[in-house]
C-alpha cells in the first residue's frame, strides 16, 4: 500500500492516510512496507491473482514530497513475473480546517516487463480531501499504453476519475467505500466503472484491511495481461514509519 504522499493507488491507501498518523515530520524521510494478497489498481489486478510485496520510501519538507513506490507486478503470466517502480513528487495544501488538497507527479515503470511493447507512462493526479472522510481523484496520463479487446492505444490520453467515502468506526476500525471511471483512448473502447467496500483496522502504524473489488467489465475483456475480475476479495496488512 503506498503512502498518503503518493496518489491513492488503492482504497487502503486513504484508509492509511485517516487511521495512522504521519510518522515523518517536515523535513524528514519516511515510508512504509507492506503485503497485499492481490494488487489491484483501478479495479484490474495487477499481479494475476498472486501476493505483491509493495514498499515506498518519500521525503517530505514544507508540503513538497518526493520519493518512489515499488510492487511485485505480473504483467505476463506466461513469462514470469515483473515489477512496478512509480517515481513520483508532489505538492500539498491545507485550506482552513476542512479542506485538504494535492498535485502530483507520477511516472510508472516496468523495469521488468517482457510485454513487446514500453507500458511505462506518466501522470498528472489532483485530490481533494473534505474533513479526511471524502476523497476526489482526478488523474490524467498524456501518454498512456495500454492493449484491450485485439486494439491497442499507443502514448494516447487517459483520464481517471475517483470519489471515496471513509467513515471511522468503532475503536481504529473503519470502513470505506469507492466509484472510480477510467476514461481510456477511444481507440480501446474498453472505459469502465470500478468501486471497492472494505473496512480496516490499525493498531499503532501498522494497518490491516480487507476490500471487495469489482468493475462493470466482464473478467478476462482484454487490457493485455492484466485481469478484470468478476468481483473479487483482497487482503493487505501495511506498516508505516
Known amino acids: 500500500m503506498r503512502s498518503s504522499t503518493a496518489n491513492r493507488r488503492a482504497l487502503a491507501s486513504l484508509w492509511l492516510c485517516a487511521c495512522i498518523p504521519a510518522a515523518a515530520t517536515a523535513g524528514d524521510f519516511g515510508g512504509s512496507i507492506g503485503v497485499t494478497s492481490d494488487y489491484f489498481y483501478r479495479g484490474v489486478s495487477q499481479s494475476q491473482g498472486n501476493p505483491a510485496l509493495q514498499a515506498d520510501l518519500h521525503y517530505r519538507s514544507g508540503g513538497w514530497s518526493a520519493g518512489v513506490w515499488s510492487s511485485r507486478a505480473d504483467m505476463d503470466r506466461d513469462e ?3 515489477s512496478e517502480i512509480d517515481l513520483y513528487i508532489r505538492r500539498d495544501w491545507t485550506l482552513g480546517n476542512n479542506w485538504d488538497v494535492g498535485v502530483a507527479l507520477t511516472h510508472y ?4 516487463d517482457p ?7 506518466d501522470e498528472v493526479i489532483a485530490t481533494a480531501g473534505y474533513r479526511s472522510r471524502l476523497f476526489g481523484t482526478i488523474a ?8 484491450a479487446q485485439g486494439r491497442w492505444a499507443f ?3 487517459a483520464t481517471s476519475y475517483e470519489l471515496t467515502a471513509v467513515q471511522p468506526l468503532a475503536g481504529k476500525l473503519s470502513a470505506s467505500a469507492g466509484l472510480g471511471y ?7 473502447d474498453a472505459n469502465y466503472w470500478f468501486w471497492n467496500v472494505g473496512v480496516a483496522c490499525s493498531f499503532g ?3 490491516l484491511s480487507v476490500a471487495y473489488i469489482d468493475t462493470d467489465r466482464p473478467r478476462e475483456s482484454g487490457y493485455g495481461y492484466e485481469t478484470v475480475p468478476d468481483g473479487q476479495w483482497t487482503g ?3 506498516w508505516r514509519f
Open 80 to 82: 514470469g513475473p515483473a
Open 109 to 112: 515503470t516496468y523495469p521488468d
Open 115 to 121: 510485454r513487446t511493447y514500453s507500458y511505462d507512462y
Open 140 to 147: 490524467f496520463s498524456p501518454n498512456y499504453t495500454g492493449h
Open 155 to 157: 502514448n494516447e490520453s
Open 182 to 188: 477510467y476514461d481510456l483512448p477511444a481507440s480501446l
Open 205 to 207: 502504524r501498522a494497518l
Open 236 to 238: 493487505s496488512l501495511a
